[in-house]
């Protein structure tokens, strides 16, 4: 969204930015506890290995273990819509989906790390953790200041990797998030001056100037300003926990190296700018920052939005896109020109936070199929973005093959530019078999961090074709 910020509304965008430093930091600080949680696991293992080589940790508790479906789900383009935005159904049809993806959940707690003997963790590495351990508290303290914990649901994402903190039965909690009954706009206000910002938007209406954020005024600044200070005595340890070798080896064996890099909002590679005392943020940071919209956003546009009509007014509403989210979408639809859709391709390997057995591009596939049928819609323009190309790219690039999760991909060659065609034709033949109305299909490939300006000429296209 912020891209779309910077784009249309930069001003908006500028005096927001600095307000973002709160959630860089608790990007930075999220990737940095993950980090010390894998660490801390590999300590615990490689201690326990060296005692005795089978033995297991004895603190230790049963995961419980998940049903999986069978070998291979479909994503349907023939079905009937789904009259829900958050159905799952799965039927025989164009795109299989492998269900076993990459097997990250898959890790025993028993297993031993396969060293190459001797073990790369020493003692320094749990000074390190001593050292960094009072970035918990930060972590807890700036989601805080952002208002997640006044609304956090209690609401799990499936069973947890070993690493992962988790409550007795094994669940992992959920991803930070700031809802839009607090507005993470006014989170970000309360960070930045401690106002009591006008508190607006209601969870699934239209509505405005709702009040049920509960919040002490003023609290966010000083919380989010120490965090800031701990953080900057905190950067060369940081620094120094990313850069280690044996850090990287256990990342790398647990398959989480280039899941960290490569997730939104991960600023470790940037930790020493990051972390200084008079750290601002830049748009591109912004750009990358990860903040979870849970409810709807609106945003106005004025000028800017197309040349040949620079004074009329734009609304733009950022729905979030989380399945427990999707019903709130629905109000949304009965007066809107133009819908445009995300669907995120580079993860066709990966699954939902939410449900750790569907699989994040079945899911955009059935969505997307749930959008194009819908009657309330027949008349709205939708536009796709296939977005995250970059990541698609690297993914590509370092060797992952597409067929091992998308079966029907067939013997179709491993290249970023072949498969994103492949994906693009599944989303045009969802989109022509469930549209109720005959309409033209607008989609594009597009990687927002990495070309903002390239979006920023599709977008202005997009508006002045469409929506005059
Ligand atoms: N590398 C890369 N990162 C991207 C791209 N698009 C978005 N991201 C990152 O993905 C993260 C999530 O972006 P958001 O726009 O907040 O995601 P969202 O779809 O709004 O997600 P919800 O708010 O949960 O619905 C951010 O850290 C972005 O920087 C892309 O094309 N390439
Ligand atoms: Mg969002």
């Given at each position: ?8 509304a ?68 023939n ?35 396969n ?28 989601e ?34 700031v ?25 699934g ?50 398959k ?20 200084a ?11 990358r ?27 733009l ?36 936070a939410?449900d ?34 970059d ?12 067929s ?26 969802v ?21 903002r ?16």
């Open positions: 969204m912020a891209d779309f910020q910077l784009a249309y930069y001003s908006q965008f500028k005096e927001e930015r600095s307000a973002w430093r709160a959630v860089i930091h608790l990007n930075l600080v999220r990737s940095v506890n993950t980090i010390l949680d894998v660490l801390g696991w590999a300590l615990s293992r490689s201690s326990s290995q060296s005692q005795s080589p089978r033995s297991s940790s004895p603190t230790r508790s049963p995961r419980p273990s998940v049903a999986r479906p069978s070998t291979s789900t479909t994503v349907s383009a079905r009937g819509a789904s009259s829900t935005l958050t159905g799952t159904t799965l039927s025989s049809g164009d795109m299989l989906i492998q269900d076993d993806l990459d097997g990250e959940d898959d890790l025993d707690d028993d297993e031993p790390f060293w190459s003997s001797p073990s790369p963790l020493s003692d320094r590495h749990r000074l390190l953790q001593l050292r960094l351990a009072p970035l918990r508290q930060v972590q807890r303290d700036l805080r200041s952002l208002g997640a914990a006044t609304t956090e649901a209690q609401e799990y994402a499936g069973t947890a990797a070993p690493w992962e903190r988790c409550d007795g039965a094994g669940r992992r909690p959920r991803e930070f998030s809802t839009s009954r607090t507005g993470w706009k006014t989170a970000l206000r309360r960070v930045k001056s401690g106002y009591n910002a006008a508190r607006r938007g209601s969870f209406s239209r509505e405005e100037g709702k009040t049920d954020l509960n919040y002490v005024e003023g609290e966010g600044e000083p919380q989010a300003q120490t965090a800031a200070e701990i953080i900057a005595s905190c950067a060369e340890d940081m620094a120094a926990l990313w850069a280690d070798a044996g850090v990287q080896a256990v990342l790398t064996q647990r989480m190296k280039t899941r960290l890099e490569e997730g939104p909002g991960f600023f470790l590679n940037d930790v020493v700018r990051v972390a005392r008079d750290y601002e943020p830049s748009d591109e940071d912004v750009v920052a990860r903040l979870r919209t849970m409810g709807v956003q609106e945003y106005r546009f004025r000028k800017g939005a197309c040349r040949l009509d620079a004074d009329r007014e734009w609304m509403y950022d729905v979030g896109g989380a399945r427990s989210l999707r019903n709130a979408w629905y109000p949304y639809f009965d007066d809107i020109n133009a819908l445009i859709f995300l669907a995120p391709i580079s993860c066709f390997d990966e699954r939902l939410e750790r057995r569907v699989n994040r591009l079945q899911d955009s596939l059935l969505i997307w199929k749930a959008v194009c049928s819908s009657t309330l819609l027949a008349k709205v323009q939708l536009i796709l973005f296939l977005n995250k190309c990541l698609l790219e690297k993914k590509i690039q370092r060797g992952v093959q597409v091992q999760y998308v079966t029907s991909y067939g013997t179709r060659p491993n290249e970023a530019k072949a498969v994103a065609k492949y994906f693009r034709q599944q989303f045009k033949d989109f022509l078999k469930h549209s109720p109305e005959k309409r033209t299909f607008y989609s594009y490939l597009t990687s927002v961090v990495v070309c300006f390239a979006l920023r000429g599709v977008l202005k296209l997009t508006f002045i074709g469409q929506l005059q």
